[in-house]
Each structure stands twice: as structure tokens, then as C-alpha cells.
């Protein structure tokens, strides 16, 4: 089996981030918020004040990049961290890749001083929420409505929460 190697990217890693996040918004579309039209076009301005907003993690198998992750902090609460954005790619899906940057996320997270870390989940993606609880996230009562741009009226993501420790 091939190692899995996570890494934090900085501000002048803009140009890394973007390839494999304007890849995960053309393989998995229905995942994210935003479109790969409205990224693709985006200035590197953009994408480095976005690196600066949150930490950004990629895996590689191989020094292949395979996936990534953002952590940063937590709306619900002041001493939270939040990951979001979590995409592997669909040939590294069920090896270890989703498990590493989550793990990286959660000891980042630890790192910056937060108890816990969040995950919103779509409340009827089964697959996506078996891998949370399988990682010990644990169902919140927050709730919202489903941010994801092919999100049909009434969808629901629940936010799910890891407790941590420096």
C-alpha cells in the first residue's frame, strides 16, 4: 500500500490549491457551493486571500495530490474549528485518504487552541455521514439548510462535532 503524506499548504501555494479545488468542483459538482466557472476565472488575488482565510491541507499518494480539506473556524463556536471543503479523488476513495486529512484537520485545529471540530454533513448522504461517525463525529442540533449549489428546496446538512485536545 502506497503512504499518504498530508501536508498545510501556505500563500504561495495558491496556484496547488487551485488545481486540484478546480478539479473537485468539475468531479463532484453537487459537493460544493461554488462552481468551476466561478473559480476558474478567479484572480490569484482571490486565491491568495483565500489561502490566508483557512488552513488548506492536501494529501498525496505517491506525490500524486489526491485530496484536500480547509479548516478554519467554527460559526457555532468561539472555541471550535471548522473543516470544510473535504474532496478525494474517486480512485483514492476508501484508502486512508479522507481519514488522513481529517486527522490532519483535527490536530490543526487542536493546534490553534479549539475543544472541537465541526463537519457539516448532508442529512441524506449516508456515505458521508458513516464515515464521520465511523471517525467520531458525533450529531449536533444545528442544522441549516443545504448550501451546495445542486441542493434541492428542503435538503439539510447537520453539523457534526469531534471533541479534541491540544
Given at each position: 500500500?502506497?503512504?499518504?503524506?498530508?501536508?498545510?499548504?501556505?500563500?504561495?501555494?495558491?496556484?496547488?490549491?487551485?488545481?486540484?479545488?478546480?478539479?473537485?468542483?468539475?468531479?463532484?459538482?453537487?459537493?460544493?457551493?461554488?462552481?468551476?466557472?466561478?473559480?476558474?476565472?478567479?484572480?490569484?488575488?482571490?486565491?491568495?486571500?483565500?489561502?490566508?482565510?483557512?488552513?488548506?491541507?492536501?494529501?498525496?499518494?505517491?506525490?500524486?495530490?489526491?485530496?484536500?480539506?480547509?479548516?478554519?473556524?467554527?460559526?457555532?463556536?468561539?472555541?471550535?474549528?471548522?473543516?470544510?471543503?473535504?474532496?478525494?479523488?474517486?480512485?483514492?476513495?476508501?484508502?486512508?485518504?479522507?481519514?488522513?486529512?481529517?486527522?490532519?484537520?483535527?490536530?490543526?485545529?487542536?493546534?490553534?487552541?479549539?475543544?472541537?471540530?465541526?463537519?457539516?454533513?448532508?442529512?441524506?448522504?449516508?456515505?458521508?455521514?458513516?464515515?464521520?461517525?465511523?471517525?467520531?463525529?458525533?450529531?449536533?442540533?444545528?442544522?441549516?439548510?443545504?448550501?451546495?449549489?445542486s441542493a434541492e428546496d428542503g435538503e439539510?446538512?447537520?453539523?457534526?462535532?469531534?471533541?479534541?485536545?491540544?
Amino acid at each position: 500500500m502506497s503512504e499518504i503524506t498530508v501536508r498545510t499548504l501556505g500563500a504561495d501555494d495558491w496556484e496547488t490549491y487551485r488545481s486540484i479545488r478546480l478539479t473537485a468542483l468539475q468531479e463532484s459538482p453537487e459537493a460544493f457551493v461554488a462552481t468551476h466557472a466561478q473559480e476558474e476565472s478567479a484572480t490569484e488575488e482571490f486565491w491568495r486571500e483565500r489561502m490566508e482565510r483557512s488552513r488548506r491541507l492536501i494529501a498525496y499518494v505517491d506525490k500524486q495530490a489526491v485530496g484536500i480539506a480547509s479548516v478554519g473556524a467554527a460559526q457555532e463556536d468561539d472555541n471550535a474549528g471548522e473543516l470544510f471543503g473535504l474532496w478525494v479523488h474517486p480512485e483514492a476513495r476508501g484508502t486512508g485518504v479522507a481519514t488522513a486529512l481529517v486527522r490532519a484537520g483535527a490536530e490543526a485545529a487542536a493546534h490553534a487552541g479549539r475543544t472541537q471540530l465541526y463537519y457539516w454533513v448532508g442529512t441524506d448522504n449516508g456515505r458521508a455521514v458513516a464515515f464521520a461517525s465511523g471517525y467520531g463525529f458525533r450529531p449536533t442540533h444545528h442544522r441549516r439548510p443545504m448550501r451546495v449549489v445542486s441542493a434541492e428546496d428542503g435538503e439539510e446538512e447537520i453539523a457534526m462535532t469531534l471533541p479534541i485536545s491540544a
